[in-house]
């Protein structure tokens, strides 16, 4: 089970089918880099809302 930490954030990435097996990998993304990438989350670059929050552009 991931916490969440609000200066880095995990994403996943892989098969998801491998999930099972351990197969997959994290990647390490910083908050700033992610602030800078959705413009500090403005709801202009919102696309929607997924099962685990907002989803951005």
């Given at each position: 089970?991931?916490?969440?930490?609000?200066?880095?954030?995990l994403?996943?990435?892989?098969?998801?089918?491998?999930?099972e097996?351990?197969?997959?990998?994290?990647?390490?993304?910083?908050?700033?880099?992610?602030?800078?990438?959705?413009?500090?989350?403005?709801?202009a670059?919102?696309?929607?809302?997924?099962?685990?929050?907002?989803?951005?552009?």
């Amino acid at each position: 089970r991931l916490r969440y930490n609000q200066e880095i954030s995990l994403l996943y990435m892989g098969n998801p089918s491998s999930h099972e097996s351990g197969d997959q990998e994290l990647a390490q993304i910083s908050l700033k880099v992610l602030r800078d990438a959705t413009a500090n989350f403005c709801d202009a670059n919102k696309l929607g809302q997924g099962g685990y929050g907002h989803v951005y552009k």
